[in-house]
């Protein structure tokens, strides 16, 4: 491959260096993948209203996000098992977000820990927190979060029973991923990946260590240990006992209806990001993009309405921002960077945002990101 035009580029080359299962981790949803398919056919179904003979010499991509300066409204989603699709891929993702001014997420199932993250980068980043049946654990994971300075707590809200992804259970899906024949072959075919990992200190769940059942690790598959970790009694009263916690913003993620937006907002949160889990939880939900007007709708202005799901370009973020976004999170649009050059690889996944998100502002006579509306869309 001789040049990186487009997010799919870094797909491609992700695929050839990361092993099938944990590609297939990252890049495929649950069920027959109809919501997936939706984030993205929604997206691209939406056309942009093109303007010309305007001034839009001076341009700016600038804006804040729970009143943090970014330079352009694009964060880095929190993904499990980041340090897996590249070694040490969360200090990886930090250092590129930290360097380019967006946020980056670290989630509850990273393999880097809290700490080895917090020590690798200058500033603070966000954590996202799964409250598991051990509400003291999670408790714990909050002071964690407090101890690292982290400015933003971000609950996932739609994982109380997980959504069944087949192709990690016909991967047979593991951490540390288990030796079969089948993935030996895979991996003897992935030197750079298996390399790094022999390499790095970061193989397990590092931030769950101390939490992890004797015997955990003999489980079948991630999905097994993971259903069996998550809560489904999982209720508006747990988030406000985290807020109860918790003294820095809170972001509520999950949320696909205007009602349950409500009940986040007065459960205290600071922003909800309308999210469908990456098209990884109930196949058959709306997309993102499709429920996004509805919540902004009936919450904007109390709090800061954000989406993620299928979002790849600088397009998709201006559609985003043009039906009542603040801002938009990015996951697989990163990983794929990550899983095809490491650090590197993130960071040409913001700038091909940025220069596509740029141009589509001066071709819809566009200057300022923060006026994005729906005016801007045919």
Not at 101 to 114: E, K, Q, R, Y
Not at 299 to 327: H, N, P, T, Y
Request: glycine content about 10%.
């Amino acid at each position: 491959m001789t040049a990186i035009t487009n997010n799919e580029d870094l797909r491609r080359l992700a695929m050839r260096r990361a092993p099938r299962a944990i590609f297939d981790y990252v890049d495929r949803g649950s069920y027959d993948e109809t919501t997936i398919r939706a984030n993205r056919a929604d997206l691209d179904a939406l056309k942009l209203r093109q303007r010309v003979m305007i001034d839009v010499e001076r341009r700016s991509l600038a804006t804040t996000m729970l009143g943090q300066p970014v330079t352009m409204p694009v964060g880095l989603a929190p993904t499990g098992l980041t340090g897996i699709m590249h070694p040490d891929g969360e200090i990886l993702a930090a250092r590129a977000a930290q360097a380019f001014g967006v946020p980056f997420t670290l989630s509850t199932m990273s393999i880097c820990s809290i700490e080895a993250v917090r020590a690798a980068v200058e500033r603070p980043f966000w954590f996202q927190l799964y409250v598991m049946r051990d509400r003291g654990f999670a408790a714990s994971l909050v002071e964690r979060a407090k101890a690292a300075r982290c400015p933003a707590l971000m609950l996932t809200a739609d994982l109380q029973i997980q959504g069944q992804r087949h192709r990690d259970i016909k991967n047979g899906l593991t951490v540390p991923p288990k030796l079969t024949l089948a993935n030996a072959i895979d991996i003897a075919t992935r030197p750079r990946w298996a390399l790094g990992m022999l390499r790095t200190p970061h193989k397990g769940f590092g931030n769950l260590a101390d939490a992890l059942p004797k015997g955990s690790g003999g489980l079948s598959t991630l999905a097994q240990w993971i259903a069996s970790q998550f809560d489904p009694t999982l209720s508006w009263k747990d988030v406000e006992w985290v807020r109860s916690l918790w003294p820095g913003k809170l972001i509520v993620k999950g949320i696909l209806d205007p009602d349950d937006a409500r009940a986040a907002v007065a459960a205290g949160a600071d922003a909800v990001v309308v999210s469908n889990h990456g098209g990884r939880q109930l196949d058959g939900a709306p997309s993102s993009i499709a429920a996004l007007p509805r919540i902004a709708d009936a919450i904007g202005g109390r709090c800061e309405v954000w989406m993620d799901g299928g979002v790849r370009s600088g397009q998709d973020v201006f559609k985003a921002l043009a039906l009542g976004a603040g801002a938009t999170l990015i996951g697989k649009a990163f990983l794929y960077g990550l899983g095809a050059m490491g650090e590197r690889g993130v960071t040409t996944a913001l700038e091909l945002i940025r220069k596509e998100l740029d141009v589509t502002m001066a071709l819809t006579g566009t200057c300022d990101v923060q006026n994005i509306g729906p005016r801007a869309l045919w």
